[in-house]
DNA sequence: GCCGTTTTCGGCCCGACTGTTTTCAGTCG
């Protein structure tokens, strides 16, 4: 059971419910839950196994009872009755741009509209024309949504999403009049994809900077276009939202924008109870406004530390703004090295020497290789005698003095389906860095995989567990995996998780960052780079890093050489 | 339905834009 099948249920209940049209607080109340539940980092089953579901932040006691009752049965009452009263497939029609509760009511009332397919029949015939606040316009709208939701156009990487970000901020300065522009959004909060890009604009001239926004290269639809917020699509599908905001509200806006949504509900709540008002225009008593040109300025008047973007999903950090405990978050200039790099020895496309070449650049303290092994053979893995060569070569590098780095030796060593490694003890043990990684079985059950891993990590080979839980985001979920047990066994063998920097894994995710820290466990921060480019994915993991809380002392490369390899001899 | 430095009841973020309206409802972020 995923969290995201949980979430999917509690979302369709809010959606359903605010269709009713009853309650306006109780929707709010599930989708709240429904966010909660899909942004977490942990398993919602381990925390109800724990009896813990209260303490998720949107989870009361009616709404954990469901979620319990979901995972044990697959049903829940409550949604069953609401689908029988109302049988329409609400979350297929919500995901129209420009549908929401009322007119999905308005046309299953009225039509008998109950999914995309009668929908788009009912237009077709032109029976949504007459229906009271349909117009010709709306009609289109809902046309061209329909196409949208089939085009799938769903979340975009972060990598591409700033790639965007910046061209669109630069040509915005060389022709739109522009002051400042900033990127807010879960962009600025260094989410893994994200849906849309907002943008931040102070101008001396509103006309040119809307004018230059809907202007640029690639926009193929204008959604809005009003005095101060402008809307964009991107023949990519990607929306884009711009708003002007003067240089007094600077700050608010940039808070109020960066979000998350639950983290602002969270802070104008405490604002209220100050007897202020805080809005994407400043801090307000009455009509006086007291903070706005900064953020720095809105947390501190609200009597907190500032907290950086990457912490701001309503998860414990406004508890530690107050109480000046927030971390001390890792940056990229506190890595001293890399521990796992790939060349074309197995599935690599650089030489050891390009690679190492490429690290040295980076004026990195020590660089390790470490290709695939013999079973991976689609990745050309290696033998023994191949691995044993390489240590040779590696101490040869060394030793030729080309570079002040050091480079460290390992291997990416595969966990065979009976947590047995892929590679003899006596080569291991003649490694500087080993890790150790699942690449096969991984639709295996939970207790095989959970106890094939704990095996593997007690051979007092193994320093680190490589991308412990093997997604590839967008495209392929965590193998199912007690990560609770993993950390226990990685904590008496002393091994370290790997926070995989790759874009398309970032794999622990923050939350499981946040437990494996409380674990007592080191992290190490790898690119696991195939290519001389793909060492830049540092900052990626770098953000992630910060998602999930971690500061400099918690993670293995941080350190020089010398005590790092202090820190993982056994 | 959730939640608590106005705590177990009574609130619940709030402003911009659009379309179909003659003053506002619906959607979105």
Not at 94 to 107: E, R, S, W, Y
Not at 186 to 196: A, F, L, M, P, Q
Not at 314 to 320: H, L, Q
Not at 465 to 489: K, M, N, S
């Amino acid at each position: 059971m995923r969290n995201k099948d949980v979430a999917a249920a509690l979302s369709e209940i809010g959606i359903l419910l605010e269709v009713e049209g009853k309650d306006k607080f109780k929707p709010k109340s599930y989708e709240r839950a429904a966010r909660s539940v899909e942004n977490l980092g942990e398993d919602i089953e381990a925390i109800a196994a724990r009896g813990e579901l209260t303490s998720v932040p949107g989870i009361g006691e009616a709404i954990a009872k469901k979620i319990e009752s979901f995972l044990s049965t697959g049903h829940i009452e409550a949604l069953d009755s609401l689908r029988e009263r109302i049988p329409v497939k609400v979350a297929e029609l919500d995901a129209i741009p420009g549908m929401g509760p009322k007119t999905i009511k308005l046309l299953y009332d009225e039509l008998g509209v109950t999914d995309i397919e009668s929908l788009e029949t009912a237009l077709k015939e032109g029976r949504l024309k007459g229906l009271k606040g349909i117009g010709p316009k709306t009609e289109t709208e809902i046309a061209n949504g329909i196409g949208l939701a089939r085009s799938g156009i769903g979340r975009s990487f972060l990598p591409d999403a700033l790639a965007t970000a910046e061209q669109v901020m630069a040509h915005m300065h060389t022709v739109g009049h522009v002051r400042r522009i900033e990127v807010a959004g879960s962009v600025r909060r260094r989410k893994e994809t994200v849906g849309d890009l907002d943008f931040l604009v102070e101008t001396d001239d509103e006309g040119a900077a809307v004018n230059a926004f809907v202007g640029l290269e690639g926009v193929a639809d204008v959604l809005a276009k009003g005095a101060t917020k402008t809307s964009v699509r991107l023949r990519s599908g990607l929306q884009m939202d711009m708003r002007v905001i003067p240089a007094e509200s600077f700050g608010a806006g940039l808070q109020y924008f960066t979000g998350s949504i639950d983290h602002n509900v969270h802070l104008r709540t405490i604002a209220l109870k100050k007897g202020l008002e805080l809005n994407e225009y400043g801090l307000f008593k009455g009509k006086k406004q007291v903070e706005g040109d900064s953020e720095e300025g809105i947390y501190r008047a609200l009597g907190l530390d500032y907290i950086p973007p990457e912490l701001r999903e309503d998860s414990g950090e406004i508890d530690a703004a107050l109480t000046h405990t927030l971390p001390k978050l890792i940056s990229l200039s506190d890595i001293r090295g890399d521990l796992h790099g790939h060349t074309n020895e197995s599935d690599g496309t650089n030489t050891t020497e390009e690679m190492v070449e490429a690290a040295a650049v980076k004026k990195y303290d020590y660089y390790c290789i470490s290709d695939h092994t013999k079973s991976l053979k689609i990745a050309h893995g290696l033998d023994e005698k191949r691995l044993l060569n390489r240590i040779q070569e590696i101490d040869e590098l060394n030793s030729s003095g080309r570079w002040r780095m050091r480079i460290l030796k390992g291997v990416e060593v595969d966990i065979l389906s009976n947590g047995e490694l892929d590679m003899s003890d006596n080569v291991l043990a003649q490694l500087d860095v080993v890790t150790a990684s699942v690449h096969s079985r991984m639709k295996d059950s939970k207790d095989a995989i959970t106890e094939r891993v704990c095996t593997a990590l007690s051979n007092r080979n193994v320093h680190i567990f490589g991308h412990p839980t093997g997604r590839l985001i967008l495209e392929r979920p965590e193998y199912e995996i007690d990560l609770d047990r993993v950390f226990e066994a990685a904590k008496s063998s002393r091994v370290a998780m790997e926070l995989n920097s790759h874009p398309h894994r970032l794999d622990l995710n923050p939350g499981n960052l946040r437990r494996a820290v409380k674990a007592g466990l080191k992290i190490a921060i790898n690119t696991d780079a195939h290519s001389v480019l793909e060492l830049e994915n540092m900052k990626f993991g770098i953000f992630q890093a910060c998602r999930g809380w971690i500061e400099p002392r918690n993670v293995l490369n941080t350190l020089p050489l010398k005590d790092l390899l202090a820190a993982i001899r056994k």
